[in-house]
Every structure is written in structure tokens, then in C-alpha cells.
């Protein structure tokens, strides 16, 4: 289905805040906001549900530090059993102390690296993949909000062109 | 601006009559003769076994003392008076040292949001300069203290006894560091600073308010550049002199990041409790959730800071087990088990799993209530760092102990909100007080 979109352009960041929550205010919904830097606190004024990242991060910690936990165990404890620094205790609690840097550097690093993994795979990045950007000017020193027409063109481009937009198109999606 | 209520000047009144007296009971009941100090272990002594069983453990503590800890009887007693002899005076070292480190800790604090022109805190300023109001009283108490131990008023540091260092050659070999004039001078140095630091900054922070530029805003910035300068040095060697040398034979390097970690986490604490009683109270209306959100982090942040110089310390030790390192660790776990692993989940695993959610460190009452926990944890960290060095085995969270913490809390409290009632508690001119209202997380 071809339906229209405005795309309205902003040349700074303040600017483009105002208008976030003079369109939000007029009852509007933003389809996309596409800026050249993350602009705090963008996503709380464009009514975006807050992210769900910081538990699979917590998640993938516990994994982490659970695969550490057994995988040393296995290496230092069952399989070839060590005397640490001079404590033949063969028992993994009793030489923790000398596990607990891995223990953290894998909660860290596989709390680091599904993350990052879980985010490109949630907004459908991967390598090659053509950009989405309506404009390439988004990448270089513009702000673009898109919003979605409904037959009220002409509304949406007097409330845009009030809100301080350097530029405002119609174009096809 | 803020009136110092009367129920709360009161309140702190009751907290010092309340601690004097018990401060009192325990230096009056102290055993002055090596009998009355038998008696006293006798009467608890399901709680520490045998007499016999004391003496061993006695051989395992590797302080200052061992070269008479060799089991012989009249020794090992007079040992004991000297131990139970020191408990009062270590129970008002540690909370005297604790509330004072409070308010250093805050001033740290206070000198790096000046020195990092930081634009979210300015709106607190008022209230970091109430708590480090407390440094000058506080400080001087911790110097009495000090100046008592240096006259043998008490034992809380071994390296004071002359006959101790004549039968000690390591001993010996620090005295050129280790005396007591030197001693006191040092302090009286790193006091001096810190106060007339507190005291410049200050008076250039309210001179800012009637100011028509920005003169006093910049000097300001100067002096608190050039103070972590100073404290960074003085904190450190504040650490071996007023804590470290409790053990004189045990040092670590890292020893004075510990004590700061402590000393910054408790401050910034009390820093985020200060300010939301405050605005229980309608004041500070500009700050709002996402100051204390920011103060809530530093609690989280620095607590994993404080465990991981912890643990940095412990796992050095423990890996290389030098006899006369990890005799540190030892006494503390065989005599000490529950405050020093207690502790630990008090510092560590509380503010970890309580802080770690974004939406609870805004919360005020859950933020107030991780804060109570945290600086409970950090005075039992104090206490492990003197207490097994002054009193051995003969620890007690008693009526010592409790009423010094409650005579520090009362006098904290009134020096505290007395200083924040004489200045309004938002700064008028300072150049990032804009930023610092609109500050949103």
C-alpha cells in the first residue's frame, strides 16, 4: 500500500525536541524520528515504551558467570585437579577467591556481547543491510520526523513549519 | 531557607546524652587490674571457650605483641586487661573516625563536582557544604583521640610503647616514621588542609551568591583542584597513620584507595539522605528524582568500587599466603567471621542487587533504606580495620560500641543541620545553577 509521508527537517537538536512534544501535544503519531547523534531523551518524548535490554543484559550476566562457574570447575577441579597458590583444597569453593576474576570477565562479556548481538538482531541490523534513512542528509547535520498523512496535508505541514522545520517534503512510502 | 527544627535539635541532644553516658559506663567499668579482667572473660566464657583455647588463638594473631604471646600466663593475662583496657577507646576511635570520615569523605565529593564544573550538582551544594561543616568538630575529636594515644592515655596503637619497639627490630626500622611527634604533626597537616580548604570554599561559595561575576565561581574552582591535589596525598597517608598502623608489621599498598572507597560511598550516602529529608520537608524544590537517581548511581558505583579494591587486597594476600601478610586475613576470619563477612554482603551483594534497577535508585524511601544499610556496612568496615589490631578476640557490638555511634550520630547531626540552617539552601549565582535545575535523566 503507497500511503504518504511528510518528512519535516530540523537543523538542531533542541529544536527538534520542541517539536517532538509540540506534534506529541496536536495528537499527531511520529512514525520516525532519524537524527545524525542519539538526542537525550528523545524517546520519552516521542512516547516510545522504555527498552527491555537492561534484563536480557541481566540475563545473559547470570550466563555468564554460570558458564565461568562450571567451566572451571570442570577445567581446575574435575578433570585435572590443581593445587592453587599452595592450597591442595581440590575444592572449587575454597580456592574461589582465584576464580572470581574469570567469573566476572565472563558475566561481563557475555553480558557485553548478547547484548549488542540481541540489539541488532531486535532492530534488524546486519552487515550490508541497505539504510533505512529516508534522507542522507540524517547521517550528516539534519534531524527528520516522518509522520504518516490521513488526509490532513495541509494541517501537518502549518503545525511543522511552526515547530521550526528548515524543510518540509511529501513523498511516497 | 532552612530552620533547624526543635524536634530534630532535640532528637540529636538525647542521641549525645544517651551516647555520653554509655561512653561513660564503658570507660568506668573497665578492668583496671589483671584479676578484674579474668573475671570479666570467666563470665563470658561460653561465648569464647576455654582459657586455654584463647591462648591458642592467641599464638595465630601475629601483631605487635607475639614476641609475650608465647603462652605464658602472667603475659597472656596482662595481654588480656591491656585488650578489654582498650575496648572503649577503640569503640570511640571507630565512630568518631567514621563520622568523620563521613564529612571527608562528602568534601571530596564536593571538591570534584567544583573541579569538574559539573553542571547536575550545584543545586546540592548547600547541602555537601552542611555535612563537611562537621569536619572541623569532628576532626578535632579524632585529633584528641590521637593526642591521648600519643600521651598513653590508651594502647590502640602498638608502635607507641617504647618497650614494645626495644624488643621489635622492624619496629625499630619504621621509627623514623612511626613516633609520636611526627605522628601528630602529620595529622595536624592533613587536618589544617582539609579545613582551611572547607572553610575558603565555603566562603567563596556564599560570596558567589552576592556576587555580579563570576571571580568567586572561578577561584573556587582553583582552590578545589589544588585540594584533591592535597588530599589525594594526605588521604592516603591519613590511612597508614590513623588506621594501618594498628597493625605496624601489615601494610598494603592499596590500603588508602580502601579507605577512600569507604569514606566516599558512606558520604555520598549520607549526601542523598540529607538531601531527601530535606525535601520531605518542602525544601529544595528544584531538586528533583533525577538528582537523586544520579546520587543513587554513585552509591551502586562505588560500592562495586569498594569491593573490587577489597577484594583486590584479599585475593593478592590470600594467593601468595606470606605468613606474615595473610595473618591479617586470618585473625579477621577465625575471630572476626561475622562482621567481616558480614560486611561484605552489606556492601557489596546489598547495593548490588537492591541499585541495580534503574527505576529503584528513584525511589527516595528504597534509596534511604540501601543508605542505612550501606553506611552500617562501611562503620563494621571500620571496625574490622582497628578493632582486631586494639581488642583481639574481645570484640562486642556493645553498650561501647552502640552509645559512641550514638553520641557521633547526635553531634553529626546537630553540627550538620545547624551549618545548613545559617545560608539559603540554593545557591543564587552560580553560573551552572540553570543546567543544574533543568538536570533530567
Request: some cysteine.
Amino acid at each position: 500500500m503507497a500511503s504518504k509521508v511528510i518528512h519535516a527537517f530540523y537543523n538542531d537538536d533542541d529544536i527538534l525536541m520542541l517539536a517532538v512534544k509540540k506534534v506529541k501535544a496536536a495528537k499527531h503519531h511520529i512514525e520516525e524520528v532519524y537524527c545524525p547523534f542519539p538526542v537525550h531523551g528523545l524517546d520519552k518524548a516521542m512516547g516510545l515504551a522504555p527498552t527491555k535490554i537492561a534484563i536480557t543484559a541481566f540475563i545473559y550476566g547470570c550466563i555468564g558467570i554460570t558458564i565461568a562457574t562450571l567451566m572451571m570447575n570442570y577445567i581446575m577441579i574435575e578433570d585435572w585437579p590443581q593445587d592453587i597458590g599452595g592450597k591442595p583444597s581440590f575444592s572449587y569453593l575454597e580456592n574461589m577467591p582465584a576464580f572470581v576474576p574469570i567469573m566476572f570477565e565472563l558475566t561481563v562479556f557475555f553480558a557485553a556481547h548478547l547484548m549488542v548481538i540481541t540489539f541488532y538482531m531486535r532492530s534488524k541490523l546486519w552487515p550490508f543491510k541497505q539504510a533505512e534513512n529516508p534522507d542522507v542528509r540524517t547521517t550528516d547535520d539534519l534531524f527528520l520526523m516522518e509522520i504518516e498523512i490521513h488526509d490532513n496535508e495541509e494541517e501537518l505541514k502549518s503545525l511543522l513549519a511552526d515547530t521550526g522545520a528548515v524543510e518540509i517534503n511529501i513523498s511516497e512510502k | 531557607m532552612y530552620t533547624f527544627s526543635n524536634r530534630l535539635k532535640i532528637a540529636s541532644f538525647i542521641l549525645m546524652a544517651v551516647g555520653a553516658i554509655g561512653i561513660a559506663i564503658g570507660f568506668i567499668t573497665m578492668p583496671s587490674t589483671v584479676e578484674d579482667a579474668k573475671e570479666i572473660v570467666a563470665s563470658h566464657s561460653d561465648g569464647h571457650g576455654d582459657h586455654q583455647a584463647a591462648a591458642e588463638t592467641h599464638n595465630t594473631n601475629t601483631h605487635g605483641e607475639t614476641a609475650h604471646a608465647e603462652g605464658h600466663d602472667s603475659k597472656h593475662d596482662e595481654h588480656l586487661l591491656h585488650q578489654l583496657q582498650n575496648k572503649p577507646w577503640s569503640a570511640l576511635y571507630v565512630a568518631a573516625f567514621f563520622f568523620f570520615m563521613i564529612a571527608l569523605g562528602v568534601l571530596a565529593f564536593y571538591a570534584i563536582q567544583r573541579a569538574a564544573q559539573a553542571g547536575w550538582s550545584p543545586l546540592l551544594f548547600r547541602v555537601m557544604e552542611g555535612i563537611t561543616s562537621y569536619i572541623v568538630p569532628g576532626g578535632i575529636i579524632v585529633f584528641v583521640i590521637l593526642a591521648a594515644s600519643v600521651a598513653h592515655m590508651n594502647h590502640l596503637f602498638v608502635w607507641m610503647d617504647a618497650d614494645v619497639v626495644a624488643e621489635d627490630k622492624l619496629l625499630q626500622g619504621k621509627a623514623g616514621y612511626l613516633n609520636g611527634t611526627f605522628f601528630l604533626i602529620r595529622a595536624a597537616i592533613f587536618l589544617g588542609g582539609w579545613i582551611a580548604y572547607r572553610t575558603i570554599s565555603r566562603k567563596l561559595s556564599l560570596a558567589q551568591d552576592e556576587a555580579d561575576d563570576n571571580t568567586n565561581f572561578v577561584k573556587n574552582f582553583r582552590w578545589s583542584a589544588g585540594f584533591l591535589v592535597f588530599y589525594l596525598v594526605s588521604e592516603s597517608m591519613m590511612s597508614w597513620d590513623w588506621i594501618m598502623s594498628v597493625d605496624p608489621h601489615w601494610f598494603s599498598t592499596l590500603f588508602g584507595w580502601y579507605v577512600f572507597a569507604s569514606m566516599f560511598v558512606s558520604g555520598i550516602t549520607v549526601i542523598a539522605m540529607v538531601t531527601i529529608y530535606l525535601k520531605s520537608k518542602g525544601l529544595l524544590e528544584d531538586v528533583n528524582d533525577s538528582h537523586i537517581h544520579d546520587l543513587a548511581k554513585f552509591m551502586f558505583g562505588i560500592s562495586i568500587f569498594w569491593t573490587y579494591l577489597w577484594f583486590a587486597q584479599f585475593m593478592l594476600i590470600w594467593y601468595a599466603n606470606i605468613p606474615e601478610e595473610v595473618t591479617y586475613y586470618v585473625t579477621r576470619i577465625q575471630d572476626y567471621n561475622l562482621p567481616f563477612f558480614g560486611m561484605i554482603a552489606m556492601n557489596f551483594l546489598f547495593p548490588l542487587l537492591l541499585l541495580m534497577n534503574s527505576d529503584y535508585k528513584r525511589v527516595n524511601w528504597f534509596v534511604v533504606m540501601a543508605g542505612v544499610v550501606i553506611l552500617a556496612g562501611h562503620y563494621l568496615d571500620i571496625f574490622n580495620m582497628i578493632m582486631p589490631a586494639t581488642v583481639g578476640d574481645q570484640w562486642s557490638i556493645g553498650l561501647s560500641e552502640i552509645c559512641s555511634v550514638l553520641f557521633f550520630a547526635g553531634l553529626f547531626i546537630f553540627v550538620v543541620f545547624r551549618a545548613l540552617a545559617t545560608a539559603p539552601l540554593q545557591p543564587k549565582r552560580n553560573p551552572f545553577i540553570g543546567e543544574s535545575k533543568h538536570f533530567h535523566y
